[in-house]
């Protein structure tokens, strides 16, 4: 937006601060401002049915299927209109209307719309109409939710796993590095909210989600409930996972090299074996294998930090891993806590190793569902959250995660990510460029601003929406989950909408309900 004047004699000699009656005579005419409009969307008739010409509308018409800013067309319903991108401008002295909450559900859709699922996420500024999110889309691709700290990434993301879990469209993998999704954590509210807390998913939906803990201690003292112990065995430990946290480790390139020469000759166990050679041994082992004693020396002493990882054990009894693949194939949502193993060499180390083997396991379905063509091989789809993204898809390291191979798959075997964090700059353009739907709260780096409109068709036009945002409850809607962009208010995640989105709250349960999910949650123990 802008200010232009007819003449510039009104800027070099404008009229009096006190004249207010000569100023009232310049406004409207000889001073005025101009707004800058991009058309955005166009509606087109399905079936090539042909448009009536252009109708008069009177004051307060509500008529369905009409265009704001693009021109007019006759009224139609909107199951026989359909959203296109804009192939051309208005004509001169089209006119112009303000949108109606009819115009928005035409655009974005309504959350009771039995043909689709859809998800109010919140509504358009100083408005109050939902803006929903087509969930079927939104799974389909990887997906990205950003803003700095301190902006309600946590909130817009339990709200979105949430929408998820509700509409079934997709089950949910989600690695909660700070314990705050599965089980209720502290509310962001200011003043008395201060120390309140909010449900976590578990707690929303008892019977369709499980929480595994890396520390069982940590779990218990927060008053979890019914929650399954996760560990990793030393042979479940790649090369490749030992590759990405290198930099936490501390590791050299000689000393990787030196790695596979001893897991090409001890195969899984060789972590185990490694830590259990002597100086001699050691000396042996390189005499023989060619190796290098200084860098086998150094690998084994940097290893010995695995032993304080709380769910690292030198052989697992258990399959822990099938376990959550089992539960994942029977449609229920599996939250991963950290607890106190929340460092960035735990996290990072346990969800590539955990989400390496899962999404072995989808290739494999997705490879039978391709070749029998029989629906029910077909897998279910699979959306991986994962936190501080930048650290698994970074230029350096995205060739060695897991991650990194997910994100460029798109949905080739039913597997995508929602990757959180402040960072988006931090992430290879090659990755961001494939996040489908980016949601954005405040960001002020202009790295991080650039990094959001990665592949976005006309994104540098909204470049300064995202530094004008609120810090709370706000934020930038884009990419293949919406019509449009848009900037909304998001929804609030409070006791409304706890009773909106209709979910089982575990404290309100019934004895005999409380006891099936009871018998539920042994079942899924293997009781």
């Not at 979105?160 to 079934?168: A, E, H, T, V, W």
């Not at 996972?241 to 000393?255: F, G, I, K, M, P």
């Not at 019934?510 to 099936?516: D, I, Q, R, W």
Request: aromatic fraction near 8%.
């Amino acid at each position: 937006m802008s200010l232009g004047t007819s003449s510039p004699r009104i800027l070099a000699d404008p009229p009096d601060p006190q004249n207010l009656f000569l100023q009232e005579i310049l406004a409207g005419s000889a001073t005025y401002g101009m707004a800058e409009l991009a058309p955005m969307l166009m509606f087109t008739p399905k079936d090539g049915m042909a448009l009536s010409p252009a109708w008069s509308r009177q004051e307060g018409d509500q008529l369905p299927g009409r265009t704001s800013g693009l021109g007019s067309m006759q009224a139609q319903s909107s199951e026989e209109l359909e959203l296109l991108p804009v192939k051309t401008i208005p004509s001169h002295f089209s006119q112009v209307y303000d949108a109606s909450d009819r115009d928005f559900r035409a655009v974005f859709g309504w959350e009771d719309d039995p043909s689709r699922h859809n998800f109010a996420v919140g509504r358009p500024i100083d408005m109050d109409v939902p803006i929903c999110i087509d969930l079927d889309r939104f799974v389909e691709r990887s997906n990205g939710i950003f803003g700095k700290s301190g902006t309600g990434k946590s909130f817009l993301t339990r709200l979105l796993l949430s929408g998820i879990i509700r509409k079934r469209a997709a089950v949910n993998l989600i690695f909660d590095m700070h314990s705050e999704y599965g089980w209720e954590a502290a509310s962001e509210g200011g003043g008395r909210d201060r120390f309140n807390t909010v449900k976590g998913l578990r707690q929303l939906f008892p019977d369709q989600v499980q929480i595994y803990t890396l520390d069982p201690e940590s779990t218990q003292r927060r008053g979890v409930r019914d929650a399954q112990e996760l560990y990793i065995g030393y042979d479940q430990i790649s090369v490749e996972d030992l590759a990405l946290v290198r930099q936490e480790l501390n590791l050299s390139e000689a000393s990787l090299e030196n790695a596979i020469i001893l897991r090409n000759e001890f195969g899984k166990s060789w972590i185990t074996r490694l830590l259990a050679m002597s100086n001699s041994e050691i000396q042996e082992f390189c005499e023989v294998k060619m190796g290098s004693k200084s860098s086998i020396m150094a690998l084994q002493r940097k290893l010995t930090r695995l032993d304080d990882l709380k769910y690292v054990q030198n052989s697992c009894t258990r399959n822990y891993i099938r376990q959550v693949i089992d539960a994942l194939n029977a449609g229920k949502h599996v939250v991963i806590e950290f607890g106190s193993q929340s460092n960035m060499l735990s996290y990072m180390l346990a969800t590539n190793i955990i989400s390496r083997r899962i999404h072995e396991a989808y290739v494999r379905k997705a490879d039978k569902f391709l070749q029998s063509k029989n629906p029910i091989d077909r897998p279910r789809q699979l959306v991986i959250t994962i936190e501080e993204a930048h650290r698994f898809l970074d230029s350096a390291t995205v060739r060695q995660t897991i991650f990194g191979t997910i994100a460029r798959e798109m949905r080739k075997y039913f597997v995508t990510l929602l990757v959180v964090d402040q960072r988006p700059s931090g992430i290879d353009p090659e990755v961001m460029s494939q996040v489908g739907t980016r949601i954005t709260a405040l960001l002020n780096d202009d790295k991080d601003i650039e990094a959001i409109f990665t592949g976005v068709s006309g994104g540098q036009n909204l470049r300064s929406v995202l530094a004008k945002l609120d810090s709370k409850q706000q934020a930038l809607l884009l990419g293949h989950a919406v019509p449009m962009p848009v900037v909304i208010q998001t929804r609030a995640y409070d006791a409304q909408f706890y009773q909106e989105i209709g979910a089982t709250d575990w404290e309100a349960m019934e004895t005999p309900a409380l006891l099936e999910a009871a018998a539920a949650a042994k079942s899924d123990l293997g009781f």
